[in-house]
């Protein structure tokens, strides 16, 4: 089984300043990465995905995360944040073997709150 | 750009009713998935359906709940006789074929409140 852990369920950040959200994952298979975004009151959105090859990946609105297999963490940056990146943040996993076509295993969420 | 959508947004049901949650997924997908995000907590899958039936489920996917597509466009999760803690936002997902199986799209959610 898998398992998702971010360790801060809220994270304040000032407009402008660079954001690091934590994701650390447990799996006994190789895993697919992600990264979802929820704007309150709506559905997920992806914000970037790892499935092989360069470990930084690159997604939308300026976000970025690093594949860290020794570490077995997958940490989402932002070198710069907007009022509008104010939202929820899910790190999810799931097993590479099944194509993903699996379930995915979510984190419990961060909360980035960006402060004028 | 196609979208997931489910209906109705906000569900209320007395405790032993059955309720089904509609989803249309986006056209040509083949992979379904139906999950719920109890307030305050992580979100958490329950059910995955290719081909006309379930691929993988989870523990929380009893015989409480079942899938179904009725239709080359509709995908339903169904739970009979309804408990509090079934409340819960429900979200309905779909993703291609292919290479591009790995990507899921999430609709906007079905919040059931169950009395």
Redesign the interface.
Known sequence: AQSVTQLDSQVPVFEEAPVELRCNYSSSVSV?LFW?VQYPN?????LL?Y?SGSTLVKGINGFEAEFNKSQTSFHLRKPSVHISDTAEY?C?V?RAS????????????THLIIQP | EPE?TQTPSHQVTQMGQEVILRCVPISNHL?F?W?RQILG????????F?NNEI??K?EIFDDQFSVERPDGSNFTLKIRSTKLEDSAMY?C?S?PGGGQ?????????TRLTVT
């Open positions: 697919y979802y709506q559905g997920l959105q992806l995905k499935l899910f999810a799931s099944r194509g993903g076509a699996d379930g995915l295993t979510f984190g419990k969420g | 997931v992979y998935y999950y907590q992580k979100v958490e899958f329950l059910v995955s290719y691929s993988e989870s979200f997902a993703s199986v790995v990507q899921q799209y999430f609709g906007p959610g």
